[in-house]
């Protein structure tokens, strides 16, 4: 397996690397009190010069947050909304999927605490898992970090941009849960 880490569990703000500890890419979405915020996602670029030995980065793509519309996807010099590239599945919306640039369907399942991605045919055979960090009161200190199968390696762009946009997915329903639940659920206190 390939594990990316991450720097911190927003993944809309943070800096992935490989096992190496190499950064690999990197997220930053400028906050903004009103409007559209825009999360880039940004991939080293190959260094060809050995004297130059400052990292250096492409934007791979962006995604566009939008909550009343359908978000936005931008790369490889294309726009499309979240809800072709990427569309719900499933009663509750817990499940995205997408084709692959192996033009094989795959499919994020948005579980309560992780996201896992797995082929979206007979097999489910499961291809990617997100592990979130946990503090070490029991057992090991460790940090985020996307678990990734060898065999889609060759999409890694694809699963980074995809992940990121399910993950902060996960992440909204699991606030607005825990927030009903602090607030007694709905119509608490009425």
């Known amino acids: 397996m390939i594990l990316l880490t991450f720097s911190t569990e927003n993944v809309r703000n943070t800096v992935i690397t490989n096992e190496q500890g190499q950064i690999i890419y990197k997220t930053e979405t400028p906050f903004k009190l009103v409007g559209v915020r825009t999360t880039t996602i940004q991939k ?79 097999s489910r055979t499961e291809v990617a898992r997100f592990h979130r960090a946990t503090l070490g009161i ?12 060898p065999e889609v390696a060759h999409m890694m762009d694809t699963i980074i941009m995809t992940f990121i946009y399910v993950e902060k997915l996960r992440k909204d329903k699991e606030r607005a849960s825990r927030n009903a639940a602090a607030s007694g659920g709905l119509g608490a206190g009425l």
């Open 44 to 122: 080293i670029k190959p260094n060809d010069d050995q004297s130059h030995m400052q990292d250096q980065f492409d934007v791979l793509g962006e995604i566009e947050w939008h909550k009343f519309t359908s978000s936005k996807f931008r790369y490889d010099g294309t726009e499309v909304e979240a809800k072709q590239f990427i569309p719900r599945k499933g009663l509750l919306g817990r499940k995205r999927v997408f084709i692959g640039p192996d033009s094989c369907p795959y499919r994020w399942d948005l579980k309560f605490k992780v996201v896992v991605l797995s082929r979206d045919d007979a």
């Open 138 to 149: 029991v057992g090991r200190k460790r940090k985020a970090m996307l678990q990734v199968s």
